[in-house]
Structure formats: C-alpha cells, structure tokens
C-alpha cells in the first residue's frame, strides 16, 4: 500500500526536478544567446568531435535501417496494391511515408539511442570524477562549456542524417517495387519526381531539427541529474535513451496533428 510519506516523497522529487529542469532550460538558452551573439567563442574542436560522433559514424546504420524501411513499406504495399491492380502507387506509399514521417523519426530513433545516451553517459561520468563541479567552482558554464557544443553537432548533423536515409529508403522501395511488382526503374523514378514536391523533404528536415534539439537537450540534462557512482552513470544514460524516444514521438504526434489541420 502506498503510504502518504512515499506519496510526499515522491512528491518533493519531482518539485526538485522541475525546478532543474527550468533552471537548465534558462541557463541553456542564456548559453545559446551568448553563443549567437559572440560565434567565435563556440568551442570548435569539440563541435567537430561531437559531429563526427553524432553525423559520421552514424551513416551506416542509418542507410542500413533506412534502405530496410523503404524495402518493408514497399514490400508491405506491393502485397496488398497488387490486388486492385495499382502497383504503380506503391511510389506514393513509399514516397511520402519516408519523407513526411518515417525518416526523420527512424533517424531520431536511432540518434537517441546512440548519441543521446553518449552525452548522459558522458556527462554524468565528468559528475561521477567531479570535473563537473570543478569546473563550477572556477566559473565556466556548464551549460555554453559541456551541452552547446553537443547542441550544435546534433542540430547540425540530424537533417544530413535524414537526408541520407531519405535516399536510402526511397532507393529500397524501388529495389522491391522493381523487383517484386514488376515496375521499371525509370518508371519508379519518374513517379517520384512527379509526385514528390520541394515542401515535402524540407517538411521533414525541419523536423529533424526540432528533433536533434530535443535529444541533445534531454541527454545532456539527463547526464546532469546523474549520482556520483557508476549505477547513477547508466540509469542517466537509460533515462536519456527512454525520455529522448518519448520526447520524439510526442512531439512527432503534435506536429503531425498541426500539419493536417494547416492542410
């Protein structure tokens, strides 16, 4: 049974982690203002290292996930267009599907489960060491020194990500379009420039965006409500990972909702 001194509890450690979060969104948003106003002060060696971490290396599985969706959505399709006799729509299927919501949310998936628990595990190893709270005792921010570097890399990286597992997709829906329900390359290729508008990719790799802050956010803070032990080390990594996939398909459903009304 659930006894009111759990209950209060519980209570005054979500107070506390609210109170955490706001103050890491301010001094997150402080950082960045800084950051705009004074470009040149963004540490650059660690922007590129975090981009390699984050863009880089994360192109083969990304084309590798991505060339399998477009294969399982046009496969999928095939099955079921090829009883009315409109194969030629497994294009469309495929097209916008990949473009307007798979891609963008695969990538984000799988930037959170390798980059957003690398900046939890990160940061709360530095907490584990205390160069955290060295680096509060000499006056540096936490916030512009450790999370907008990681910030930087992920939004920049995220919508090249995207835009690689577009193709990717899209060239594994006309592998089982071609093969599987008899439609001409050229075909394939023709439908999907005719079909497919300008708004439509960049509708995606604006999501990205959205999607890139959100997972270098919610890692970065995860890995600073770490404990200074090495089980505190991967529950922030864990959390990161969970509450990154959430945060994606929350927002994913909400901007989903507002593009329907908008069309």
Not at 120 to 133: Q, R, S
Not at 208 to 219: Q, T
Request: proline share 2%.
């Amino acid at each position: 049974m659930l006894k009111f001194s759990d209950f209060e509890k519980w209570q005054k450690k979500h107070h506390k982690n609210m109170h955490e979060f706001f103050v890491f969104t301010g001094e997150v948003f402080l950082a960045l203002v800084e950051t705009v106003r004074h470009p040149f002060r963004i540490r650059g060696r660690e922007t590129l290292y975090y981009l390699e971490q984050c863009g880089v290396k994360s192109v083969p599985i990304v084309l590798l996930i991505c060339f399998l969706l477009g294969m399982i959505l046009a496969f999928q399709g095939a099955l079921q267009l090829s009883k009315f006799g409109t194969e030629i729509f497994i294009v469309d299927l495929v097209s916008f599907s990949v473009l307007k919501e798979l891609g963008p949310f695969m990538v984000a998936i799988i930037a959170t489960g390798r980059a957003g628990s690398a900046f939890a595990a990160e940061i709360g190893t530095m907490i584990a060491d205390e160069e955290v709270n060295a680096l509060s005792t000499m006056g540096i921010s936490i916030a512009r020194f450790l999370v907008v570097p990681k910030l930087i890399a992920m939004i920049i990286a995220l919508p090249i990500l995207s835009a690689f597992g577009d193709i990717a997709a899209l060239l594994g829906g006309m592998f089982v379009g071609n093969v599987m329900a008899d439609i001409p390359i050229g075909a394939y290729y023709a439908r999907t420039v005719n079909i497919l508008e300008a708004s439509t990719f960049l509708f995606g790799i604006g999501k990205s965006v959205i999607f890139a802050f959100l997972i270098s956010f919610i890692g970065c803070f995860k890995g600073l409500q770490s404990t200074m032990d090495a089980q505190g080390v991967g529950r922030s990594a864990t959390n990161a990972v969970v509450s990154g996939i959430l945060a994606v398909v929350v927002c994913d459903a909400i901007i989903a909702v507002i593009d329907s009304f908008g069309g």
